[in-house]
């Protein structure tokens, strides 16, 4: 009996010691998220841009960053953007980590997205051009807090879709697949309707006379069959809205670029 009573005390004390233990959990490296260089934003809509960075960065893993520029010391946006992460060293819970960045120049009027890390894979060249798309029309309105605010938005949700995968793709769209259901309950209720009312029995054979009903002649005439070969042009004049590269320090990242 003593024994049983030690062996289910020392089971005890080993299930309970976990709980007396302090649990490190890592913290995210990162703790500023917007930049205001060029002081577009009032202190309300940093505090509320920082507090949606660092509550969708959570959910992503992700540092989303905001950065905003009047001149970028006669380098080329490229450049000055991968000189922020090789010198910054942003990333959620790293240095250099995974990060996704949007810069804007009011000089020059340049807008650049990058994806660093796990953003370089889930936010690829293609997924960075159609953000650079969504949010330059509020750019070029003025609309600082609200493109910024579109950006973290958008590049939470395409986030949330696999690699390789179009997020417009109307496929995914709520409104497509409700649309898709209703239609499909509609087919369903008709055919339902249709068969209780009972099987139609009469055909075009009902009416016909087999005996004096015959095909008189059959005749196909072939004209002529044309195939003409043309040369596709080919596009040189490219304008991709740029794409991913190399950093000054070796990090490679996605990206897209253009003007607003």
């Known amino acids: 009996m003593k024994k049983r009573s030690l062996i289910f005390f020392l089971s005890a004390l080993l299930l309970l010691l976990p709980l007396g233990m302090t649990v490190h959990a890592e913290a995210p490296h990162q703790k500023q998220f917007v930049y205001d260089y060029a002081q577009l934003l009032t202190d309300n809509e940093v505090a509320e841009l920082e507090a949606l960075a660092s509550e969708l960065g959570a959910e992503r893993e992700t540092a989303f960053i905001i950065i905003t520029?009047?001149?970028t010391d006669g380098k080329d946006i490229d450049q000055y953007v991968g000189d922020f992460y090789d010198e910054q060293a942003p990333g959620y819970n790293q240095p250099h980590g995974n990060?996704?960045?949007l810069t804007?120049?009011?000089q020059e009027r340049d807008v650049k997205l990058a994806g660093f890390k796990k953003a370089e894979d889930y936010l690829d060249d293609q997924r960075m051009n159609q953000i650079r798309n969504k949010i330059t029309p509020a750019l070029s309105d003025g609309q600082y807090f609200?493109?910024?605010s579109s950006f973290i938005h958008t590049s939470h949700d395409y986030m949330g879709y696999k690699p390789g995968v179009n997020p417009e793709n109307v496929l995914f769209k709520w409104w497509f697949q409700l649309l898709v259901s209703i239609i499909v309950a509609g087919v369903i209720v008709t055919l339902m309707a249709y068969r209780s009312g009972g099987r139609v029995t009469v055909s075009a054979r009902t009416y016909m006379d087999s005996n004096n009903s015959r095909i008189i002649s059959k005749h196909d005439r072939y004209v002529r069959k044309t195939v003409t070969k043309r040369k596709k042009p080919t596009n040189n004049n490219k304008s991709g809205g740029g794409?991913?590269?190399i950093t000054?320090?070796?990090h490679s990242h996605s990206g897209s670029r253009g003007k607003f």
Do not use: R
Request: hydrophobic content about 40%; cysteine-free; overall charge negative.
């Open 248 to 250: 000054g320090g070796g």
């Open 99 to 101: 990060t996704a960045i």
């Open 104 to 106: 804007i120049d009011l």
């Open 243 to 245: 794409g991913g590269g």
């Open 69 to 71: 520029a009047n001149g």
């Open 146 to 148: 609200e493109a910024f």
